[in-house]
T-cell receptor, first 115, second 115 residues
């Protein structure tokens, strides 16, 4: 069974607008972490934001915030005030503590920011 | 600060030839190390991970192998490459503690084309 699902293969957003990238996950482990990574065309994976399963508040990092809805098992990434440089692939990933340090990745969402 | 290096950046190899990709980490000790492969337009697939020198866990049965001869060195190898081995190979590291849910930091990647 797929553990990380990103249902949006591609998305467009107008520059300066906000955009939400969807991610749902499946786990029976009560302790887990959720991550978002950005992969520009250069290929490097850039860590953006992290949410722990026991965190009470949604994580925020600058223009990135993670909308964590534990009961729905969703961890959507919100990018505010989109910039042209935000155009990239975005991957959601999960780490289960009982699985050591392994990350399981979703298939990614390609975000294109229009000027 | 920590940095992670991978080389070569690109590689074109014929079917049946051997492979050796190297990854080194600076600025940290006893990291967890990971090898991922990314097929074109797809998410990342974990191939191997290591929690210490000589300790390798394989996630996917294949003709690839990994070794960790030194604390901060991780090598991906093959004796005979297959066409299906083509892809983008990424090395990553995370904090070595078994507690917590540390984020992984990725190297620049190696783009391998098997012809």
């Amino acid at each position: 069974a797929q553990k990380i699902t990103q249902t949006q293969p591609g998305m467009f957003v107008q520059e300066k607008e906000a955009v939400t990238l969807d991610c749902t996950y499946d786990t029976s482990d009560p302790s887990y972490g959720l991550f978002w990574y950005k992969q520009p065309s250069s290929g490097e994976m850039i860590f953006l934001i992290y949410q722990g399963s026991y965190d009470q508040q949604n994580a925020t990092e600058g223009r990135y915030s993670l909308n964590f809805q534990k009961a729905r098992k969703s961890a959507n990434l919100v990018i505010s005030a989109s910039q042209l440089g935000d155009s990239a692939m975005y991957f959601c990933a999960m780490r289960e503590l009982n699985q050591g340090g392994k990350l399981i990745f979703g298939q990614g969402t390609e975000l294109s920011v229009k000027p | 600060s920590q940095t992670i290096h991978q080389w070569p950046a690109t590689l074109v190899q014929p079917v049946g030839s051997p492979l050796s990709l190297e990854c080194t980490v600076e600025g940290t000790s006893n990291p967890n190390l990971y090898w991922y492969r990314q097929a074109a337009g797809r998410g990342l697939q974990l191939l191997f991970y290591s929690v210490g020198i000589g300790q390798i866990s394989s996630e996917v049965p294949q003709n690839l192998s990994a070794s960790r001869p030194q604390d901060r060195q991780f090598i991906l190898s093959s004796k005979k490459l297959l066409l299906s081995d083509s892809g983008f190979y990424l090395c990553a590291w995370s904090g070595g503690s078994a507690q917590g849910v540390a984020e992984q930091y990725f190297g620049p990647g190696t783009r391998l084309t098997v012809t």
